[in-house]
């Protein structure tokens, strides 16, 4: 791809950090691109890079990491526990979810970009029929492959929990207080995605008479793995509406540990205009690990439509810039 023949010997190279660079390289339409928006080359390849830059969060390499981290640990989130058991169920379930939070790559907006999906299957066990009818054990897991934009791969995870009734609901009628209930466990993911296409985005650099649309299109490599050891502790309360309905609420913080890193080494072309006119190229490299937040916090509010064999439970959950919204089906057979 780096036809450095095809190109005037012009070159720029400005690390980011100390494990990252770009390097980029004006053939004569890329100078004369400058020259017609009132630019100097150094101008010119100076807005660049720093459009770049932002791109692919070079010079933020650790908080997107971090990021990476504490959203690999929230994905599973609420997807293994049911917070309205009743004495002595045995149910079985699936869940489904959307999740999002801080690691958009390539793109300027992070609203979609930034996220992704995550599955479980579980099964739980209230433990009346041993003479503890306020414990309720759970288990969950999968593996499934995951999109962030334009980087596919997988996330794996696990996760075991028990939940106790710390103040037992009120009597069975047409409004009953469920109480209070404390829910804690073990949750590990590991989740890798990385550049399975071309990484196509574009940047926009300004000059004193005019501004082009630069495309940038990136081939190579470009991949984050992240995996996590978690503990949380929620805390939980709700109300039973004609004992079918039942609105929860509930806040919960995560001790959490592991390792997040990102590998990144991308030849990448510089066009203009709906011709693609080629202008330059640019080669992206990076590579830097970081881990999760060691305490974080969350809220989450869900309504279950519980019945005597099937429960079907709608949540969501925020945190510090992650959030997610979760559909699970329970049967109790």
Same mark, same amino acid.
């Given at each position: 791809?780096?036809?450095?023949?095809?190109?005037?010997?012009?070159?720029?190279?400005?690390?980011?950090?100390?494990?990252?660079?770009?390097?980029?390289?004006?053939?004569?339409?890329?100078?004369?691109?400058?020259?017609?928006?009132?630019?100097?080359?150094?101008?010119?390849?100076?807005?660049?890079?720093?459009?770049?830059?932002?791109?692919?969060?070079?010079?933020?390499?650790?908080?997107?990491?971090?990021?990476?981290?504490?959203?690999a640990a929230f994905a599973q989130r609420g997807l293994g526990v049911d917070y309205d058991p009743d004495s002595g169920d045995v149910m079985f379930g699936v869940s489904g979810t959307g999740f999002s939070g801080?690691?958009?790559?390539?793109?300027?907006?992070?609203?979609?970009?930034?996220?992704?999906?995550?599955?479980?299957?579980?099964?739980?066990?209230?433990?009346?029929?041993?003479?503890?009818?306020?414990?309720?054990?759970?288990?969950?897991?999968?593996?499934?492959?995951?999109?962030?934009?334009?980087?596919?791969?997988?996330?794996?995870? !696990?996760?075991? *929990?028990?939940?106790?009734? +710390?103040?037992?609901? /009120? @009597?069975?009628?047409? =409004?009953?207080?469920? %109480?209070?209930?404390?829910?804690?466990?073990?949750?590990?993911?590991?989740?890798?995605?990385?550049?399975?296409?071309?990484?196509?985005?574009?940047?926009?650099?300004?000059?004193?008479?005019?501004?082009?649309?630069?495309?940038?299109?990136?081939?190579?490599?470009?991949?984050?793995?992240?995996?996590?050891?978690?503990?949380?502790?929620?805390?939980?309360?709700?109300?039973?509406?004609?004992?079918?309905?039942?609105?929860?609420?509930?806040?919960?913080?995560?001790?959490?540990?592991?390792?997040?890193?990102?590998?990144?080494?991308?030849?990448?072309?510089?066009?203009?205009?709906?011709?693609?006119?080629?202008?330059?190229?640019?080669?992206?490299?990076?590579?830097?690990?970081?881990?999760?937040?060691? !305490?974080?916090? *969350?809220?989450?509010?869900? +309504?279950?439509?519980? /019945? @005597?064999?099937?429960? =079907?439970?709608?949540? %969501?959950?925020?945190?510090?810039?992650?959030?997610?919204?979760?559909?699970?089906?329970?049967?109790?057979?």
């Amino acid at each position: 791809m780096r036809r450095a023949l095809l190109f005037l010997a012009l070159a720029h190279s400005v690390p980011a950090r100390a494990d990252s660079s770009i390097q980029l390289m004006l053939n004569e339409q890329g100078r004369q691109t400058a020259a017609d928006i009132g630019l100097d080359i150094s101008g010119f390849l100076a807005q660049s890079e720093s459009r770049i830059n932002e791109l692919y969060r070079l010079s933020r390499t650790a908080e997107l990491l971090s990021a990476f981290a504490n959203v690999a640990a929230f994905a599973q989130r609420g997807l293994g526990v049911d917070y309205d058991p009743d004495s002595g169920d045995v149910m079985f379930g699936v869940s489904g979810t959307g999740f999002s939070g801080d690691i958009a790559i390539g793109a300027t907006s992070t609203l979609l970009t930034s996220s992704s999906v995550n599955a479980a299957v579980m099964v739980g066990v209230n433990l009346a029929r041993w003479g503890l009818p306020r414990w309720t054990v759970f288990a969950n897991g999968f593996y499934i492959p995951t999109e962030v934009r334009a980087l596919e791969g997988n996330l794996l995870t !696990l996760g075991t *929990h028990v939940h106790y009734r +710390l103040v037992p609901p /009120t @009597r069975p009628g047409s =409004v009953r207080w469920t %109480g209070v209930a404390v829910t804690t466990g073990l949750e590990h993911a590991r989740w890798r995605v990385g550049a399975a296409q071309r990484l196509e985005t574009n940047f926009r650099v300004q000059g004193s008479q005019d501004e082009v649309n630069v495309h940038i299109s990136s081939e190579g490599t470009l991949e984050v793995r992240a995996s996590t050891l978690g503990i949380p502790l929620e805390v939980t309360t709700g109300v039973r509406l004609l004992d079918i309905f039942t609105p929860y609420i509930g806040v919960g913080a995560e001790l959490a540990t592991g390792s997040s890193e990102i590998e990144v080494a991308l030849d990448s072309d510089l066009t203009i205009n709906a011709d693609r006119l080629p202008i330059g190229t640019a080669l992206i490299t990076a590579s830097d690990s970081s881990s999760p937040d060691a !305490l974080a916090f *969350h809220a989450l509010a869900g +309504l279950q439509i519980h /019945t @005597r064999y099937v429960r =079907v439970a709608f949540q %969501g959950t925020i945190s510090d810039g992650v959030w997610a919204v979760a559909l699970g089906l329970r049967v109790v057979p």
